[in-house]
């Protein structure tokens, strides 16, 4: 447990040191690994395996430093990495923010950056890469100062 969150707090420390281009005003998931554009980049994760029998399921906790949040998801039952195993479930994260769709993500752990001070509803949807979704959602809400 204690080499789990001293990895995530490296990673969290890493992804808030990695500058993007910032656009006043605009909102950014972001980490260390940049997938389809700029706005939206990855945090490396792990992934759980789990009984063959089990329901899939999500667990999201965050954690907010000045006006970005980091998230880390546990997905059980589903994977972010697309594999040989046909059997496999292979899905991605779908995030909302105060309602509107705002991007996609393929890693379970992620950095929601430049966030308006209020408070904010942030929305987490499992979905297949056709985006259809695996009825796993997680909504809290976040207050920036």
Not at 84 to 109: A, C, F, L, N
Not at 113 to 120: A, D, I, P
Request: glycine share 8%.
């Amino acid at each position: 447990m204690k080499i789990r969150l001293l990895i995530m707090l490296i990673g969290f420390i890493a992804a808030f040191q990695h500058e993007t281009e910032n656009v006043k005003g605009s909102v950014k998931v972001i980490s260390m690994k940049p997938i389809m554009n700029r706005d939206i980049e990855m945090v490396e994760g792990y992934h759980l395996k789990m009984r063959e029998n089990s329901f899939p399921t999500i667990f999201a906790q965050h954690k907010i430093n000045g006006n970005n949040v980091f998230v880390e998801c546990i997905v059980t039952g589903i994977t972010f990495r697309q594999s040989e195993d046909r059997h496999q479930k292979v899905g991605k994260i779908v995030v909302w923010i105060d309602g509107k769709r705002h991007s996609e993500v393929d890693s379970p752990i992620f950095i929601i950056r430049g966030l308006k001070q209020g408070s904010h509803r942030v929305k987490l949807g499992v979905v297949n890469l056709n985006n259809i979704s695996y009825g796993l959602e997680k909504e809290f809400v976040v207050t920036i100062r």
